[in-house]
């Protein structure tokens, strides 16, 4: 590796002693610990790193951070396989396994860039213009040709092995970035007092101050502040964290990236999302270079000067003997004097007439040759760049120079992407030819290079400014706030920026605003032309500033050209809108443990530890794991209910019923608020007795219905349905604190306090009477809807004489912790009778044969008159929803009520949700009704339902077509009672 | 009453057996001990300021101190009082006796006595501990704006949960029973990078 001509013999911020092998398609490569797999690559002398999006152009890297548009790969195998990577900001480890992307067999020999000869046809938009006949959908057609041979890399469709965690953090001063202004704004924060946490992107700390030479004064500086920070309490630094959305409240978000290759059986996370709520927030999120826009920009070879600099300051990599530095502004200067250092002749090119005279003499000192006046009109090269020429104010001809390596700088563009997501627009400013924040929201502050400020010196100062500022904001003010941290030795200067002269679109040679997309000068005049002149109507006509770049390095320039078609200035034109992410995530982070198991939580009974053990099939009723059916009773649902029911209907059966809503209401007023909320009258119901009562919402649409039983004057003990009940005691804490806040009541959600069971089935008493004998559970003690509190042992229970099903059949509660004994205890007493468990389904068609209405007819569309319940509302008294259920429209005849289904064919299937026709009605549209809950009678032999028919049971003894559009079946039914077993209710009273 | 053959059983007793697990760096840096046996009473006055004065005289007694800050908690070695609410207390303890008494002491016109069954204790600790629970609680549980003695009714992993602080690396999480095993899968996966060790303290006896 040490052999590499790219690579230096010393200097850099690599380990040397710490080698890295990792490949590319393959091809056994070598780095050191400090690389990226961009710095790795050159090093290697691999400069042909991807083939562009539409014209399958040779592409090298152009930059050495986040706005790479080029150099992406897909890193990985198999579940782990991640498109799309830039490798400028993928740090080296052992094993890394990368491919580039977009060539076609290979990217060195790429067959599709026979697309670059049809070029002149593929302007802007050509695909939307040509290929949209002959017909209205080809489009459908020619897009799948379209998309595979453009685009970027692709992802698999494969479970992603890897862990990815969420966290919430909280600081009072964040600052992003960690550059020389961001480094002082943390430093001056802490000084303050503040809890501090300093974010960065990379995985050092510093910046810009990373491309500096290690003598440098710079780097001195450097590492003096770092060593001041870390000695400091209450700051929190975080590297390989980028914020990625800035939100309302002062909320950012950010993602941090595990160093190398995490292990997610030790779990260790690939990314983690921090949601960090901040009290101040300092942007110090620095600026990108500009390149420049002339012919062949884009050929290998042609890189940013800051990215020239940094792989040679920062990864000893040399990436040129004979270099040109093409700029308007000074900062390039600097490159080019270190690049001369090194050992490169280079020769600056820089747009303006006359420069300082601190560039001259950088330029003398390092023996760089100057040209000024110099604008480069076109880089020669295919693979590699070879030469550029360039053209003077004062001679018509071109003039051309050598070079293996062009390097370009075009000015800078703040990075104002997070001040703008909330949406602040940036401000132009002329001086410095660049877009800087608008305004900063309260407690928001920027510093450095984002806000314009390029000096070091000024940065670092406007840096403190902001931290303590920041600071004072978050509530930190004290004298050591006025001290001042050391400047870096030597002279500094304001960076001088000239105007970016563009080339042409009539130019030779392509000139490239937006590598990524492949959009061109010619394609902005097409836009131009074709009316798409506002900013945002440019991006969505030419892909510009999409991508996973979204436009770092091509913003401006278009900006910049739209402005130069229209006659316009830059701020009348305006920015595109900044959106987050910031930098592309992973949609696993995005997911985080939100996966498998952990999608969302599961709410288990007290018993379900012994319906896993006792081979019971579960079944997801909301966010409750129910049981669904036993395996004693058969294989399948669809048999085992059926025992199931017979056991309940000819011995006793035992079901768990403990996710029913249950709510403990107590207080002198509990009666009153009982009356208010329910259509029937429970002031009046003795103590020691049930009742069944429905509720209604605001609109007079059924809410919920349940049992509620009195145990006191002053305490009743409410039951819902099993879905509602989170609801329904909302809305009565809803009325309490709101519509009466002078009864004297409170309520408690008490589903999780008690395990609750039903015994049902003729049998029942006698299971009753083994279980727990000593107690009178006759007719006469505890009659239908009776309700009593009972010692067992010490332990009290509630027993409510109430049944779902239809048969003779007691509920029994008891505390959750203690359900499953109980249970159990039930279970071994009862054995003789044959009491074996039965699950929801065989209570849920116990219900259907009974004819109750559960929550397939609750649906807050159906009113107590459609549910033929109207005549338990109360006459003598008010009650949520008694007005307005007196709406006519709710009053209509024609209402669709509920009604019972009989199955008239042998062997035809009723299905939930099939919709009913009157015979002789066409069979389309929402027809008259429809079934909203069916099952398998066993003890009528045939299927039955329950629905909501148009008119209901006026059409008793009416037959109807049951049709099941998805099944193309057509089924006939008569129109019955809803009542299939039991009608008088004679069963459950004995 | 333990004696009962309705005997209590714990919704984590499977998970709690399997144990701990070393962390991504070799160690158990949090300990997760689920209190088995304890009971946990609401005490709710009506919405009256003067039943809730009465109802603090009345409880003041039995408890032996109560929170003078909603959203605070008194602990001693045998009850911890939680102030949910201006007239809302929690009443933890490992003596049913307390909760019995205060059901006789507390008059039903001035409000009400509910034994929550159905709530787990679980505690967390370590120096981790601000670090696992970070990973799903948005709350600030730094000292100094999260201070012992103070909580917060909250939600993790989509379920309501009391947090309440009882030392500086150390946390009660007062839990529903249905939600408890998902509850605790979540946080022994949430701690899988940093170690855990599991624990039982039973007040049964």
């Known amino acids: 590796m040490s052999r590499s001509p790219r690579r230096l013999a010393t200097g850099g911020r690599i380990d040397r002693a710490r080698p890295i092998n990792f490949s590319l398609e393959g091809r056994a490569l070598q780095g050191f610990a400090g690389d990226t797999l961009a710095s790795a690559l050159l090093a290697n002398g691999v400069t042909l790193v991807g083939r562009s999006f539409k014209y399958h152009r040779p592409r090298g890297f152009m930059s050495a951070g986040v706005e790479e548009p080029n150099g992406l790969f897909t890193l990985g195998a198999a579940g782990r396989t991640t498109p799309n990577v830039a490798g400028t900001v993928t740090d080296l480890y052992e094993g890394l396994s990368a491919v580039r992307q977009n060539g076609w067999p290979s990217v060195d020999w790429d067959l599709m860039a026979v697309t670059s000869w049809a070029a002149p046809l593929l302007a802007a938009g050509f695909y939307y213009k040509t290929f949209m006949g002959p017909r209205r959908n080809s489009w459908m057609f020619y897009e799948r040709f379209i998309r595979r041979a453009a685009g970027l890399g692709r992802a698999v469709h494969l479970p992603d092995p890897d862990r990815y965690e969420t966290q919430h953090l909280f600081a009072d001063v964040l600052v992003v970035g960690s550059g020389p202004a961001g480094l002082a704004a943390a430093w001056a924060a802490a000084q303050a007092g503040a809890h501090v946490m300093l974010v960065e992107q990379d995985r050092e700390l510093g910046g810009s101050l990373l491309s500096a030479r290690l003598d440098s004064p710079e780097e001195r500086w450097r590492a003096e502040m770092l060593s001041a920070l870390r000695r400091m309490p209450h700051v929190d630094i975080r590297c390989r964290m980028t914020a990625i959305g800035l939100y309302d409240g002062n909320t950012v978000a950010l993602v941090e990236r595990h160093q190398g290759r995490p292990d997610p059986a030790r779990g260790e996370a690939r990314e983690i999302v921090v949601t960090l709520e901040a009290g101040a927030i300092i942007f110090a999120t620095g600026a990108f270079e500009r390149p420049l826009v002339f012919g062949g920009n884009d050929v290998p070879g042609v890189m940013l000067t800051s990215a020239a600099r940094s792989y040679l300051n920062r990864h000893a990599v040399v990436l040129g003997r004979r270099v040109v530095v093409a700029t308007n502004n000074d900062a390039a200067w600097q490159s080019a004097a270190d690049l001369s250092t090194a050992g490169a002749i280079v020769t600056i090119l820089d747009q303006r007439q006359t420069v300082n005279r601190r560039c001259l003499e950088l330029a003398n000192d390092a023996s760089v040759t100057v040209k000024l006046d110099a604008t480069p009109t076109r880089a020669i090269g295919s693979r590699a760049v070879t030469a550029v020429r360039f053209s003077t104010s004062r001679a018509s001809r071109e003039h051309s120079l050598d070079c293996d390596l062009l390097c370009m700088s075009g000015g800078w563009a703040p990075v104002v992407h997070l001040t703008s997501h909330t949406g602040i627009k940036p401000r132009y400013r002329a001086d410095i030819d660049a877009y800087v924040p608008g305004e900063y929201a309260a407690g928001h502050f920027g510093a450095g290079a984002m806000t314009g400020t390029f000096a070091l010196s000024a940065g670092i100062r406007e840096g403190e400014r902001a931290g303590r500022r920041a600071a004072e904001h978050a509530g930190y003010v004290s ?81 910049h050209a739209m402005a130069g078609y229209r006659g316009l200035d830059p701020q009348t034109t305006g920015t595109t809108t900044f959106r987050p992410p910031y930098t592309p995530v992973s949609i696993g982070a995005l997911a985080g443990r939100h996966v498998g198991q952990h999608f969302r939580a599961i709410r288990r009974s007290p018993l379900h530890q012994w319906h896993v053990a006792n081979g019971a099939m579960f079944i997801e009723a909301g966010l409750w794991q129910r049981a669904w059916y036993y395996g004693w009773a058969g294989d399948s649902a669809s048999a085992a209910y059926i025992n199931e029911m017979k056991l309940v209907r000819g011995a006793v059966g035992i079901c768990d019923v403990s996710t029913l809503g249950k709510i403990d209401v107590q207080g002198p007023d509990a009666a009153e608020f009982l009356d208010r909320v329910y259509v029937n009258s429970f002031a009046r119901l003795p103590v020691g007795k049930a009742r069944y009562g429905v509720m209604l919402n605001d609109n007079a649409t059924v809410l919920d219905d349940g049992t509620t039983a009195r145990f006191a004057d002053t305490h009743y003990f409410m039951t819902t349905t099993t879905a509602q009940a989170a609801e329904v005691a909302s809305r009565l804490e809803f009325l309490l604190q709101t519509a009466w806040v002078d009864l004297k009541v409170s309520i408690t959600l008490v589903t999780d306090e008690w395990a609750g069971m039903s015994i049902a089935g003729p049998k029942a008493r006698e299971a009753l009477q083994l279980a727990l004998p000593g107690h009178d559970w006759s007719n006469e003690r505890l009659p239908y809807m009776g309700c009593v509190d009972i010692d067992v042992d010490g332990v009290p229970l509630r027993i409510l004489r109430v049944s779902f099903s239809g048969e003779l059949a007691f509920e029994l509660y008891i505390a959750a912790d203690r359900g499953c004994a109980l249970w159990e205890h039930l279970l071994t007493r009862a054995a003789t009778l044959g009491i074996r468990p039965y699950g929801l389904e065989a209570l849920a068609a116990l219900r259907i044969e009974k004819g109750h209405v559960a929550g397939l007819e609750l649906d807050h569309r159906t009113t107590l008159d459609d549910l033929g319940l109207g005549k338990m509302a109360a006459s003598n008294k008010t009650f949520v929803g008694c007005a307005l259920r007196e709406r006519p429209e709710l009053r209509a005849p024609g209402r669709w009520s509920l009604v019972g289904l009989e199955c008239l064919e042998s062997g035809g299937t009723l299905r939930g949700g099939a919709i009913l026709f009157a015979p002789g009605d066409e069979v389309a549209g929402h027809g008259r009704g429809y079934i909203t809950s069916v099952t398998w009678s066993p003890q009528l032999g045939k299927y039955i339902a329950l629905g909501l028919y148009q008119g209901g049971l006026v059409h008793e003894g009416e037959d109807v077509v049951c049709a099941y559009p998805l099944k193309q079946e057509h089924v006939r039914a008569r129109i019955v009672a809803p009542a299939f077993v039991d009608p008088r209710g004679e069963r459950l009273r004995v | 009453m333990n004696a009962s053959v309705f005997e209590r059983r714990s919704a984590l007793a499977e998970r709690v057996d399997v144990g701990g697990r070393d962390g991504a760096n070799g160690r158990r840096g949090i300990l997760i001990t689920e209190t088995r046996g304890s009971h946990v009473a609401e005490l709710t006055a009506f919405r009256d300021a003067l039943y809730g004065d009465r109802l603090r005289e009345i409880a003041l007694p039995l408890l032996g101190a109560l929170p003078t800050e909603v959203g605070s908690a008194l602990e001693s070695a045998r009850i911890t009082v939680l102030r949910l609410s201006v007239d809302q207390y929690w009443v933890a303890t490992r003596d049913a006796s307390i909760v019995a008494e205060l059901a006789r002491a507390i008059p039903v016109s001035l409000g009400s006595v509910t034994l929550l069954t159905g709530r787990i204790r679980l505690t967390v600790e370590g120096p981790e501990v601000r670090l696992l629970l970070c990973k799903g609680i948005a709350l600030d549980l730094h000292p100094r704006r999260f201070k012992v003695g103070r909580l917060a009714q909250t939600e993790l992993h989509h379920s309501a949960v009391v947090l309440l602080r009882t030392g500086e690396s150390c946390f009660d999480l007062y839990i529903l029973r249905s939600f408890a095993a998902s509850i605790w899968d979540w946080l022994i996966d949430a701690a899988l990078p940093i170690g855990y060790d599991v624990a039982i303290l039973d007040w049964s006896g």
């Open chain 1, 479 to 559: 004298e050591a706030t006025r001290a001042q941290c050391a400047l870096p030795a030597g002279e500094d200067a304001a960076c001088e920026v000239g105007p970016a002269r563009l080339a042409p679109p009539a130019a030779r040679g392509k000139a490239f605003i937006d590598f990524q997309n492949d959009v061109t000068t010619r394609d902005i005049a097409v836009a131009y032309q074709e009316g798409f002149t506002s900013v945002e109507h440019l991006k969505r006509y030419t892909t510009l500033g999409m991508g996973t770049d979204q436009g770092k390095t091509s913003n401006v320039n278009a900006i």
